[in-house]
Each structure stands twice: as C-alpha cells, then as structure tokens.
C-alpha cells in the first residue's frame, strides 16, 4: 500500500506541478478563483494547453502502437479508464479534503462526458475512410467553433488580434495537412461529428469551471467514458499479454495528464486566446511521427507547421504586451 502510495503521489504531483504559478498541489483541486492577475492567469492557460498537446499526442502515438496489435478503439478506451479511475479515485481518498468529488451538477458532467466519448469515438471511425490529413483539418476547425460559441454561450470578447491569430492558424494546418480533392467524400461526416464534440467538451469545460474543480470534471469524464466503452466493448474484448501493459499504463497517464492540462487552461483563461495553441499538436505529431516511425515531413507541413508557431507567438506577444483586457 505505501509503494502504490508513493507512486500515485509522484504521478499526480508530476501532472499537478506541471504549470507555473500553482501554490500548492492541492491549488488545482479546487474552484479555480477569480483573479485579478489576468496576465498571469492567461499565460498559464497557453503553458497548460502546449504542454497538454505535447501529451495528448505522446497518447495518440502509444494509442497508435496498441492499435497496429489488432486492439480495438473501444476495449483499449476501457481498458485506460480501469487504470485511470481507481488512480483518481485513490488519490482523493488519501490526499484530497472529504467530499472532493461531490457536485451539484451531475447531469452537467454526464453531458460533457456523454459528448466526450464520440469525439475519439467519430475520429477514428473517419480514419477508416479518410486520409488522416484530411481528417485532422476538419477536426481542428472545432477552434473557429469553439471561438464562436464562446461568444454566444460564454459571453467572451473576441478581439480582432484573437481571431486573427485563430484564422492563420487554421491557415497554418491546412498547409501542414495538405487535404486531398476527396476532401468532403467517405468519413468526412463523422470527422465533423468529432470537430463539433471536441469543440462543445470545451465550451462545457470553461462553463463547468466556474463552480466546478479540474480534478472533478476529468475524474467524471473517465468514470462515465470507462463505463461507456466497457459496456459496448465486452462482448469483443480481446487478452492482453503482459507486454503490452506498460503501454496501456502510459495510456492513461498521458490520457490523464493531457486531460488536467488541456481542462485547466480552458477553465482559466478565455477560449479565444488559449484555442490557437492547439494548433501544436501537428508539430508536436510531426515530430513523434518522425523520432518513432522515421516518417519524414515534407515541404507543406515544415512551412505550415512555422505559419502555426507564428500565429502562436503573434498571439503571446499580443498578450504580454498588453496584460489584461481583450485582445
């Protein structure tokens, strides 16, 4: 018990210490507060969102591996969230204030996690008859949702600089992805269902953040999503030898870990800042695509990849220059 103790708080203390400016480590389980350090509030929002892109794909390259064994989408989702639940769950036990999973909004969480399961789920099925550059832009036009409904539902200002910086980056990864003349043909529906989930998580994630902590909101999202796939994949489940079980332990890790990232940042800071980072999940995929598979990007993704870090850092310049006040 002491062993699996110290392995949980290493892991958790590794995804919780992760972005600067947390006072303590129980700092992200709770409420995120009204501050009047926006600046600072908003640069923590864009470190978080990198480096949860950074780990949602090191995820989908692990995800990738399982899937070329002959694993299906659905048992190796179950299979992350028996790992991912009882972690979470351990860890308010030992280390979190009684009642720190309790909420008021229940049937928010159910929502945002019912949504949440076809995201993946609509992806990879469009990955059965769409190119992945083809899929991939389509999904990443959930920014330009994202950024609209913001208004709308969040009440958000979009300034012009934000939404120029949204605009080039999406310029950005229809470079890198180079989409094919088939573009609106075979899966193209479902990559569009996927675009549309992903987007509704996050605007449900910066609603739910003003009452509701990081560490509930990601717990919730895996227990019903565990279930979910579990119930839909148990007549097909497949054995998994030994070896492939440090994979799926790193599964959900990087599940777990990119999850809290991506969660916070969208709690704390507006959708339309935070939103362009994403766009780094192509150089990051890029780059693990090329360290792991030998894949070699052409011209198209090199000069895409610069217009996506361009408008990025045209958009942190923005913010550093002016700390405060819409963009």
Not at 22 to 38: A, G, I, N, R
Not at 47 to 52: P, R
Not at 84 to 89: F, W
Not at 228 to 238: E, G, H, K, M, N
């Amino acid at each position: 018990m002491n062993t699996l103790h110290k392995i949980c708080n290493c892991f958790v203390k590794m995804m919780f210490c992760i972005a600067p400016g947390f006072k303590s480590e129980h700092s992200l389980f709770m409420t995120p507060q009204t501050h009047t350090d926006t600046y600072s509030q908003n640069m923590r929002g864009i470190v978080l969102v990198l480096l949860g892109s950074l780990m949602l794909s090191l995820m989908d390259g692990v995800m990738k591996h399982l899937l070329e064994q002959g694993y299906s989408v659905l048992q190796m989702m179950a299979v992350r969230g028996w790992f991912v639940v009882p972690l979470m769950a351990f860890w308010a036990w030992a280390k979190m204030p009684a009642g720190a999973l309790k909420t008021k909004r229940p049937v928010a969480h159910f929502i945002r996690a019912f949504i949440g399961f076809f995201a993946p789920l609509f992806f990879f099925t469009a990955l059965i008859t769409l190119d992945l550059a083809d899929a991939t832009v389509i999904v990443f036009g959930s920014t330009f949702i994202m950024t609209v409904l913001s208004v709308p539902i969040l009440k958000e200002h979009v300034g012009r600089h934000r939404w120029a910086a949204v605009f080039f980056g999406f310029v950005g990864v229809l470079i890198a992805a180079n989409p094919t003349g088939d573009f609106f043909k075979g899966g193209a529906v479902y990559a569009v269902f996927a675009s549309l989930a992903y987007a509704l998580i996050m605007i449900m994630t910066r609603w739910l953040g003003k009452t509701e902590s990081t560490f509930a909101q990601v717990f919730y999202f895996n227990a019903w999503a565990a279930f979910a796939a579990t119930v839909i994949s148990f007549p097909d489940v497949s054995s998994i030898p030994y070896v492939d079980f440090g994979f799926i332990v790193l599964l959900g890790a990087l599940s777990v870990a990119g999850h809290f990232c991506l969660t916070h940042a969208f709690s704390i800071a507006p959708i339309g800042l935070v939103a362009p980072f994403e766009y780094s999940i192509i150089v990051w995929a890029t780059l693990i695509g090329f360290f792991v598979w030998g894949d070699i990007p052409g011209s198209e993704v090199i000069l895409g990849g610069a217009v996506i870090v361009a408008s990025g850092l045209y958009l942190l310049h923005r913010e550093h220059g002016r700390k405060g006040g819409p963009a």
